[in-house]
Nanobody, 126 residues
Framework: QVQLVESGGSLVQAGDSLRLSCVASGRSFNIYNMAWFRQGPGKERVFVAAISAFNGDSLYAESVEGRFTISRDSGRKTVYLQMNTLKPEDTAVYYC???????????????????WGQGTHVTVSS
């Protein structure tokens, strides 16, 4: 497994941008699909975005499509989530997750990810 540490969460205003980072430690970062999930107050943890280790393809939740961008830097063992045009409903704890890659398949299900970070808080005020 890899160990994951998120950072970058903050209090921002609606319409602002924010970039989250997730640094992985351990070997073989390049074999892991990486994803971001979020959990709002009183809500379940839901999928936000993921990026494949196999071919760099990405997948997004409909609610963030066109506003958020996931990327990865293998040299820095880091995955990023660039969040633009933030909305109050984006307020949540954001978690980074890792799953051993399965070819071109990218999972949206938390149960299929084996490693998780501690989360970073994002609050968007209206």
């Amino acid at each position: 497994q890899v160990q994951l540490v998120e950072s970058g969460g903050s209090l921002v205003q609606a319409g602002d941008s924010l970039r989250l980072s997730c640094v992985a430690s351990g070997r073989s970062f390049n074999i892991y699909n990486m994803a971001w999930f979020r959990q709002g107050p009183g809500k379940e943890r839901v999928f936000v975005a993921a990026i494949s280790a196999f071919n760099g393809d990405s997948l997004y939740a409909e609610s963030v499509e066109g506003r958020f961008t996931i990327s990865r830097d293998s040299g820095r063992k880091t995955v990023y989530l660039q969040m633009n045009t933030l909305k109050p409903e984006d307020t949540a704890v954001y978690y980074c997750a890792a799953a051993r890659g399965g070819g071109s398949y990218i999972s949206q299900f938390p149960g299929e990810y084996e490693s998780w970070g501690q989360g970073t808080h994002v609050t968007v005020s209206s």
